[in-house]
């Protein structure tokens, strides 16, 4: 019976080496699984506020790219605007050349037949200059 009771000591205090190894063992599970967590706790945090900045981003160029959008839609109709305008400008361009060309049709005729009426006139008041000149002649010999 001492034996035996020896033996279930020495079983007891094995068991109770064990239980305190697995307690040890347990603890520092524990302890790594504690750390673990907050490492995990502090990396989603890290990404939350990285995703909370991209979306940030996000919206902001969205708001840029409206913006920028606007923009170019208000200059695209400026541009159409200015397109109309110098259409506008051609056509009136061009008719006021049609109205110089006839002007000058015009004033070359007008050049030609003033110059074609000089000429005449001039022609007219040389033969009444000769004329003059003969009856100026006549009068002296008559005189």
């Known amino acids: 019976v001492a034996m035996e009771t020896v033996s279930l000591e020495h079983q007891i205090q094995s068991v109770q080496r064990h239980i305190a190894f697995l307690?040890?063992?347990?603890?520092?599970?524990?302890?790594?699984?504690?750390?673990?967590?907050?490492?995990?706790q502090k990396h989603c945090s890290e990404l939350t506020h990285d995703l909370e900045i991209k979306e940030l981003e996000a919206r902001q160029q969205d708001v840029l790219d409206r913006e920028l959008e606007e923009k170019c839609r208000a200059m695209e109709a400026q541009l159409q605007e200015k397109e109309k305008d110098n259409l506008e400008l051609r056509k009136e361009l061009q008719h006021k050349e049609t109205l110089v060309a006839a002007l000058r049709c015009s004033l070359r005729n007008k050049e030609r037949r003033f110059l074609e009426e000089l000429k005449r006139r001039?022609?007219?008041?040389?033969?009444?200059d000769t004329e003059l000149q003969k009856q100026t002649e006549a009068a002296a010999y008559l005189s």
Not at 23 to 40: G, S
Not at 122 to 128: A, E, F, G, K, Q
């Open 23 to 40: 307690k040890k063992e347990q603890m520092e599970l524990l302890h790594d699984l504690h750390l673990e967590i907050l490492r995990l």
């Open 122 to 128: 001039s022609h007219r008041v040389t033969i009444l």
